[in-house]
């Protein structure tokens, strides 16, 4: 290295020592669009029917009988009690 002369940085002295220095979390940006739990229904949505379960003795809403929670049960009983096993 000829003709380059030789430096050195004494970054001591340039390093604050703070320790009232508060880091807090970043602010989150916002998504473009409309959020996804705010879209408003339509008039068929609005007008649909509740499901009904036909799975005898339950008569329930918000399911059907492929997912009836009495139905579960009764499988969990037969399925226990099997002479198989």
Same mark, same amino acid.
Do not use: W, Y
């Given at each position: 290295?000829l003709?380059? @002369? ?5 970054l001591?002295?340039?390093? !604050? ?8 979390? @970043?602010?989150?940006? #916002?998504?473009?669009? &409309?959020? #996804?739990? *705010? &879209? ?29 929670? #009495? #139905? !579960?049960?009764?499988? *969990?009983?037969?399925? *226990? ?5």
């Amino acid at each position: 290295m000829l003709g380059v @002369p030789e430096q050195t940085i004494n970054l001591e002295n340039d390093v !604050r020592d703070d320790d009232d220095c508060d880091v807090e979390n @970043p602010i989150t940006s #916002k998504t473009k669009g &409309r959020p #996804k739990g *705010s &879209r408003p229904k339509g008039g068929v949505e609005v007008a649909k029917k509740p499901r009904h379960c036909h799975f005898p003795n339950c008569g329930g809403t918000n399911h059907d009988s492929r997912n009836c929670p #009495k #139905k !579960r049960k009764k499988d *969990s009983l037969l399925s *226990s009690q099997s002479p198989n096993k």
